[in-house]
């Protein structure tokens, strides 16, 4: 069963300062699948992906405690090296995030920081990136162009392809779609089933019918605590707390 | 206020005008400086600023990339901060005599282009940390966590998608202060400038003649003030076209960035 594991958190919790975000969350992430993090504002589900690629280290004061395997490796360790772990998990943020330069220097800036400047190569690390994100028929003809002038839903595909270009394994997204319109949020919903083909993905949303359509396995958080983490269709269909059905009920949140 | 400076301006064009010509700026005085050229002027307030800019920039980038980047928000960076902007405010002489003692006299720079390059880099300096450090706050957190998930390192990060984008504020910052640097006479005089010059500075430890400092030299100390009074003017509007210029220039930077930014 180990074995069958992408990631796991055993008793992770997060605080800064005074206040804990989140509280001995133990989760287990299944390879080429996709695991939904749901819950209302302020459950700590963004503190709890951001932990995942040691992102909440940027924040001064957070403290961490807990472990958090990838391929069974504590993530933690003072060993591992954290620009491995962050091309290992890669992440796609709220905000489309697209860096002021060209389609192309987007796709390539990963790449390039990582050392690769053969432009025969990156040529056809950014093609292919950009094909896998579904982003390059609307691109083809213009990669030289500012990516800033892209709509938002074509900047968050962007971003994808820039997140798949240093070739991760697995894919944090930390409510992609929520400053998206419904066309958008749909294209890239279908992008993440494609995915996981080849790679894990663990997304946070608001967004319940979101998390239904697209996530294989649904972790409920609230106030800090992971209530509920199973098969999203029984998740949905037959909660086992009573928090979690009124949640998906919509009777607060 | 306008009115004045017009008329500050048109005093300046029309009595200065006259004098400037290409022999003006390219040839030394001549005749106890009644005469003649301000050419090593010229050369020597170039130099003062290209070395000026050689110290503040390094520096006040390096600092100001310390400041935002790295340092934690605490007393020390208070204390660096409000020292900042009371160093902004100390009257330029103060400067000088600090030059004057530090540079020339105790490091034995001399009186030298070196010692008030270095004179005129602590009287620019704090105006280029707080000219970088805004434009390093300017450029958006998104940019630096983007760049940070994909595996960069901190430092890769500020120098591949932070100092690219906050260059353009940095360099208008630097070069307004630096027009401002140019400009300055108190400093150079006590530590870089001679009253009369002829030669061409061989090395940053040789004194020079500045514009600056030729003006103060030629309105006051001159042995013929009335017969000088129009290499007075001339020397005036030089140092002001130079001074507006790099202003202008800064001013272009500013603009074309604000209309290409778009973050």
Redesign the interface.
């Known amino acids: 069963m180990a074995d069958a594991l992408k990631m796991e958190t055993k008793e992770l919790s997060v605080s800064f300062g005074d206040v804990q975000a989140i509280k001995k969350i133990s989760l287990r992430i299944l390879p080429n699948k996709v695991t939904a993090v749901i819950g209302p504002s302020g459950c700590g589900k963004s503190t709890f992906i951001k932990s995942l690629n040691r992102m909440n280290e940027l924040v001064p004061n957070a403290r961490i405690t807990g472990e958090v395997l990838l391929d069974g490796e504590n993530i933690y360790n003072r060993s591992y090296d954290v620009t491995i772990l962050r091309m290992k998990v890669g992440m796609i943020f709220q905000k489309p995030n697209p860096f002021p330069k060209s389609i192309y220097d987007n796709v390539a800036y990963g790449p390039r920081i990582h050392g690769i400047h053969d432009k025969n190569r990156l040529d056809k690390i950014v093609v292919e990136n950009l094909k896998k994100a579904v982003l390059w028929n609307e691109v083809s003809d213009r990669l030289g162009a500012s990516a800033m002038d892209l709509s938002g839903g074509q900047q968050q595909r962007l971003c994808i392809a820039r997140a798949l270009a240093v070739e991760p394994e697995v894919i944090l997204m930390d409510e992609p779609c929520s400053a998206l319109d419904p066309l958008a949020t749909a294209k890239i919903e279908s992008l993440i089933r494609a995915l996981i083909e080849d790679y894990t993905v663990v997304i946070v949303t608001h967004n319940m019918q979101q998390a239904a359509r697209v996530s294989d396995f649904t972790a409920f958080l609230y106030l800090g605590e992971l209530i509920e983490y199973g098969n999203t269709r029984s998740v949905f269909e037959n909660p086992q707390n009573k928090l979690t059905e009124n949640y998906i009920t919509g009777k607060f949140g | 206020m306008i009115l004045f400076l017009f008329f500050m301006m048109w005093t300046f064009v029309s009595n200065g005008i006259g004098v400037i010509n290409w022999t003006f700026l390219t040839d030394i005085p001549r005749k106890g400086m009644t005469e003649g050229g301000i050419f090593p002027a010229i050369v020597g307030t170039i130099y003062l600023t290209l070395g000026t800019i050689a110290f503040a920039l390094p520096v006040g980038v390096a600092s100001a990339i310390y400041l935002v980047e790295y340092a934690?928000?605490g007393r020390f960076v208070r204390i660096i901060n409000s020292a900042i902007t009371n160093l902004a405010g100390v009257p330029s002489i103060i400067h000088g005599l600090f030059g004057l003692g530090l540079f020339v006299v105790f490091l034995q720079f001399g009186t030298s282009i070196l010692s008030g390059a270095l004179t005129l880099f602590l009287l620019v300096l704090p105006i280029i940390i707080s000219a970088a450090r805004e434009a390093l706050l300017s450029v958006?957190m998104?940019?630096?966590?983007?760049?940070?998930?994909?595996?960069?390192?901190k430092l890769?990060t500020i120098r591949?998608?932070v100092l690219p984008?906050a260059m353009p504020g940095i360099l208008t910052g630097t070069i307004l202060a630096v027009a401002r640097a140019a400009g300055e006479t108190a400093p150079i005089i006590l530590t870089a400038t001679f009253f009369f010059r002829p030669s061409l500075p061989q090395s940053i430890l040789d004194g020079t003649m500045a514009l600056a400092s030729h003006i103060y030299y030629m309105a006051t100390q001159s042995p013929n003030i009335l017969l000088a009074r129009g290499i007075t003017y001339g020397t005036v509007l030089v140092l002001l076209s130079i001074v507006l210029s790099l202003n202008f220039v800064a001013i272009v930077i500013r603009t074309r960035q604000r209309r290409r930014?778009?973050?």
Do not use: I, M, Q, V
């Open positions: 934690r928000e958006p998104s940019f630096r966590e983007g760049s940070l998930a994909l595996g960069a390192s890769g591949n998608n984008y930014k778009n973050w």
